[in-house]
């Protein structure tokens, strides 16, 4: 039972970390968190193990997504490459802060972050662009095929301390660093969303890399469940990276506001009355 639970989470968790560039941990987190620990239904888990397993799967979606956002040329290396460098600190750091939470700490403090992420992607269209990462960086340019030519850019000392804290909230709860990433480089940097996508699902593969080294130091993979979850979000990682060359990019950005939302309240809901 446990390994169906977990192999359709996986699957449901690629799909959608794919799409909209979350590196899959926000759907599989708080999905493990209820079918293992508030419904018994996936034995031994906590909250340390549920983030190690996460950190694992997001390998696997990671370089599912990268490989065939690479293929439609939606992957900006350098700036990939610039975001992992800040972040490798941050995840080492953040992995080891969450041996010291309990359940509902991180539940209430992952589902804040989440809804915090969301009110910023609703109000976004009444936000004044901050061109002021774009002018003090070095401009980059992006094409879209119907013919749109996109600028964007960012000073590499801001981005490497905004990867940083992308880099703890990723240690800490297992999530990718995406659902955080693809926002900032959407609302400060102005990357156009399928170029945020790429890019993330490129960063979030490297640091998941250096994030699971972190937690299989600490014990915390229970590698059992790693069996159904990995091929399932690889799976589902080519599924949604698919879906993505045929959504618009305001689609995406809807998509991504609502799955943080829905996830957010949850969350919340578990960590103060669960």
């Known amino acids: 039972m446990e390994f169906v639970i977990l192999a359709v989470t996986g699957l449901f968790a690629g799909i959608v970390g794919a799409l909209v560039g979350l590196g899959g941990g926000v759907v599989l987190v708080p999905a493990a968190l209820y079918f293992g620990i508030t419904l018994g239904w996936v034995p031994g888990l906590t909250p340390q ?5 996460s950190v694992i799967m997001m390998i696997f979606i990671g370089l599912s997504s990268t490989l065939s956002y690479m293929k439609s040329k939606t ?16 995840t ?3 992995a080891y802060v969450n041996k010291g939470l309990d359940l509902p700490s991180f539940n209430l403090y992952f589902g804040i972050l989440l809804i915090f992420l969301s009110v910023l ?4 269209k009444h936000l004044k662009p901050v061109r002021w990462f774009v002018e003090h960086g070095r401009p980059r340019t992006f094409r879209e095929p119907e013919g749109t030519i996109h600028e964007y850019g960012y000073p590499v000392w801001f981005a490497v301390m905004l990867t940083f804290v992308v880099g703890f909230a990723s240690g800490l709860f297992g999530i990718g660093g995406g659902s955080i990433l693809v926002p900032a480089m959407i609302l400060l940097f102005l990357f156009p969303p399928h170029v945020a996508v790429g890019t993330s699902m490129f960063m979030v593969f490297l640091s998941a890399i250096v994030n699971a080294a972190s937690h299989i130091s600490l014990g915390n993979v ?13 799976i589902g990682a080519k599924i949604g990276a698919a879906l993505n060359k045929r959504l618009n990019s305001e689609a995406l950005v809807t998509a991504l506001r609502i799955i943080l939302l829905i996830t957010g309240i949850r969350s919340i809901y578990e960590g103060i009355w669960g």
């Open 121 to 124: 992607l609703l109000v976004r």
């Open 92 to 94: 080492v750091l953040g």
């Open 222 to 234: 229970p590698w059992l469940y790693t069996l159904p979850v990995v091929p399932a979000a690889y």
């Open 49 to 53: 193990k549920i983030v190690g397993l």
């Open 75 to 90: 992957v900006d290396y350098r700036s990939g490459l610039i975001f992992f460098a800040g972040s490798i600190p941050g």
